[in-house]
């Protein structure tokens, strides 16, 4: 399995960007998870969506501000976020797992204030 990120980059505060997650290597539909990384900080769940997408859960944090979804038939995930915030800087990852944990390059995502 292997997973792609992409969608990151450096936005001013109140912006918007949207990353997408493209697994490969896989069929199977199985939950996804955004995590981020701040600089100097450990990583934390973002959010997840269920296999089929219609349960989907965020940090309290960005509730109200992000928003994931997916389209299977595509493989992919995205996290839509808007609003951003300085302290939303961080390397964004996806997760998936089966039969094993797994994760994407991670894609960089800067907000200045």
């Known amino acids: 399995v292997q997973l792609q990120a992409s969608g990151g980059g450096l936005v001013q505060a109140g912006g918007s960007l949207r990353l997408s997650c493209t697994a490969s290597g896989t069929s199977v539909i199985k939950d996804m998870y955004w995590y981020r990384q701040p600089p100097t900080k450990q990583r934390e769940w973002v959010a997840t969506?269920?296999?089929?997408?219609?349960?989907?859960n965020t940090r309290d944090s960005v509730k109200g501000r992000f928003t994931i979804s997916r389209d299977n038939a595509k493989n992919t995930i995205y996290l839509q976020m808007n609003n951003l915030r300085p302290e939303d800087t961080a390397i964004y990852y996806c997760?998936?797992?089966?039969?094993?944990?797994?994760w994407g390059q991670g894609t960089l995502v800067t907000v200045s204030s």
């Open positions: 969506i269920s296999a089929t997408g219609d349960t989907a």
């Open positions: 997760n998936l797992f089966y039969y094993g944990d797994h």
